[in-house]
């Protein structure tokens, strides 16, 4: 009898398709992963793989961003009700109502969002790319939605004046500067890594900022052999894994993003058996959608 794991390979040739992974899910899906990575790298595949299904371990935005890159191709996420409590801050409907109310700006709308919210927008933007994206656009004051502590992180760097969306990551906004301060007592030797959805009173007192795979590059190439991680604890998996010989601390072990753990290898397989749980975007919001994506992913080389 063969195991999950081997069947679920098996069916993935079979069906011409490909397992994205997001660098928080669980070890199980990590370890089966075609790819596994950040939201950025995750898209940029998902809109140049030539497999006909994409599998998508992660939560439903990212489905729908692939679905948007790849209308030919069948986009399915093995557990429908994965979401994202900050995508679901923001509602198109909310957003039309904010840009009429404004000067006309660029809208730049990070990746966690719904589709219908990035078919308003100028340009999408990922915690990878945001201040390279914001410095690319021939205007000095915008509007960033949904997570604020992106928006302000990104002023910070660029000195735009960018108005924001009250939104913001419920795991990421779990972190206090008193946990840090636990995690540096208890480990003063190690570098603190935070990702730009913590509060800006966390980055302010961070030794890196990056994104889940920004902060993998980091521990891979540093010189120093211990980090507290600061940000969800899913990536400490792969952080340990590629780095047997390095030490990694969660900065808070409350960081857990249980929308991020619902997919377990038995839905995957089923999900590929059935090819169930298709999340298609309507082509009168993909097109605009498409745009925003499109132009971030230009911008990203
Ligand atoms: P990145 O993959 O861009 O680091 O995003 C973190 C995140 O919260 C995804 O849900
Ligand atoms: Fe959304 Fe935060 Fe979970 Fe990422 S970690 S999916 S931003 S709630």
């Not at 302010?204 to 190439?221: N, Q």
Request: glycine share 4%; with cysteine; proline share 6%.
């Amino acid at each position: 009898m063969n195991s999950v794991a081997e069947k679920i390979r098996a069916l993935l040739q079979q069906r011409k398709a490909i397992l994205l992974v997001h660098n928080y899910q669980p070890p199980e899906i990590q370890d089966l992963a075609d790819l596994c990575g950040d939201s950025l790298e995750l898209s940029i595949r998902a809109a140049q793989t030539d497999a006909e299904v994409i599998v998508f371990c992660g939560v439903h935005f990212m489905a729908e961003t692939a679905s948007i890159l790849s209308p030919g191709k069948t986009v399915l996420l093995p557990r429908h009700e994965a979401g994202c409590p900050m995508a679901d801050m923001i509602t198109a409907e909310a957003l039309k109502h904010k840009i009429a109310s404004m000067a006309p700006m660029p809208v730049v709308t990070y990746v966690n969002s719904t589709a219908d919210v990035k078919a308003l927008s100028t340009v999408c933007c990922t915690s990878a790319n945001a201040v390279s994206v914001v410095e690319s656009l021939d205007a000095e004051e915008l509007l960033m939605t949904p997570d604020r502590n992106l928006a302000r992180y990104t002023a910070s760097r660029t000195g735009k004046k960018i108005h924001y969306w009250e939104g913001y990551c419920p795991i990421h906004e779990r972190l206090t500067p008193e946990a840090v301060q636990l995690a540096r007592d208890a480990h003063p030797e190690a570098v603190f890594m935070a990702h730009p959805e913590c509060r800006p009173e966390i980055l302010e007192i961070a030794d890196v900022i990056a994104s889940t795979s920004g902060m993998i590059r980091h521990a891979r190439e540093a010189d120093q052999r211990s980090f507290i991680v600061g940000t969800e604890v899913g990536l400490l998996y792969p952080l340990q894994k590629e780095n047997p010989d390095k030490e990694f601390y969660p900065a808070s072990d409350k960081m857990v993003c249980r929308d991020m753990k619902r997919i377990a290898p038995e839905d995957v397989l089923r999900c590929l058996e059935t090819m169930e749980g298709e999340v298609k975007v309507p082509e009168e919001i993909r097109v605009p959608a498409l745009r925003a994506v499109q132009r971030m992913i230009e911008l990203s080389g």
